[in-house]
């Protein structure tokens, strides 16, 4: 890891896990190395940061709000094997070939670089729906140390401070949102469909009604995804989009020699959240794709649908965990 900022490994010489609260993850040092062909430790789009083995973005718009942690996880520095490895944060279900015993450990690891204990991680239940659930105090766990209360949701919203929310993706967009006047976070999980059935605007429609959210004070967030280049559909799915948006022909182009389409969903995404009410500049995008970068994320395209999942966690930090 001295050498590497993102190293695949069979082997830890820590364990992270819960118990008491960590340190502040920002206070950790980004990684100042890159490896030839991976991505770059550090843009105007996000920063890549280190604790032990594990690597985790960063907005830098979103770095600055001394109240409000959030990363993204690669698939390095957890304790996974085969097309899971490393850092697997899913169930263990479907085309998720892990072990409870990896996860719980994996856990740990998301839950040290918060800061937290595990208890205070909430997880969706994603099914591609645009369900967005308040998440309040009675909710902390679920997902992490004990079942979900819950099904069918896409999207976690809470002003609980300490309860950390999280979705889980692998190629699907990562949506964050942020207000800091009213001091309320919000997580999306946005794939083909749920960018299709706007849950990205649907949330800033939640946020405005549920806790007197002001749109243009939202600070939001896309993270690694799939690009321009790497969403291809073919035509029925291709109309969908051009039947529900009039300016398809704008975020999206036709390969006649392929007979495929392609779809600029970053582009639909901020488009969505623009037409609720946030202002364009206040819309970050890493731009980065995780077909293009296998030996950094899970990609279910990338990989043949044998892969792990990765987690975007977003937190408002207890008082007496603020820095001064």
């Known amino acids: 890891m001295a050498e590497y900022f993102c190293r695949m490994s069979k082997s830890r010489k820590s364990l992270c896990s819960g118990g008491a609260a960590r340190k502040d993850p920002r206070t950790l040092s980004a990684v100042n190395t890159r490896r ?24 830098p718009q979103l770095d600055r709000y001394q109240e409000l942690r959030h990363l993204f996880t690669t ?166 989009f051009a039947g529900r948006y009039g300016d398809f022909s704008e975020f999206s182009r036709y390969d006649g020699g392929r007979n495929k389409y392609y779809i600029d969903l970053w582009e639909l995404i901020r488009r969505q959240l623009t037409s609720a009410g946030v202002r364009r500049e206040n819309v970050a995008c890493m731009e980065l794709c995780t077909k293009e970068n296998t030996d950094v994320f899970f990609s279910h395209r990338g990989q043949g649908g044998k892969r792990g999942l990765m987690a975007a966690c977003m937190m408002l930090t207890p008082p007496e965990q603020e820095e001064v």
């Open 36 to 59: 030839p062909g991976m991505i770059p430790q550090k843009t105007e789009n996000y920063e890549m940061h280190r604790r032990g083995e594990a690597c985790y973005l960063t907005f």
């Open 75 to 240: 698939r390095c520095g957890g304790f996974s094997e085969g097309p899971c490895a490393t850092w697997n944060l899913g169930f263990g279900l479907g085309n998720d070939p892990d072990t409870p015993e990896n996860r719980a450990r994996n856990i740990g690891v998301l839950a040290e670089c918060m800061g937290i204990c595990p208890e205070n991680l909430v997880f969706t239940w994603q099914t591609h729906t645009t369900n967005i659930r308040n998440v309040t105090e009675e909710d902390r766990g679920c997902g992490a140390t004990r079942e979900r209360t819950y099904q069918d949701v896409d999207g976690l919203v809470t002003d609980c401070r300490g309860v950390a929310l999280v979705t889980l993706h692998a190629d699907c967009n990562p949506i964050y949102f942020y207000d800091p006047r009213r001091h309320v976070i919000g997580l999306a999980h946005s794939g083909w469909r749920g960018t299709l059935d706007g849950i990205g605007s649907r949330m800033v429609d939640k946020m405005q009604s549920d806790y007197g959210c002001n749109p243009g004070d939202l600070i939001c967030g896309i993270g690694p995804s799939l690009c321009r280049n790497c969403f291809e559909v073919d035509a029925d799915v291709a109309e969908l």
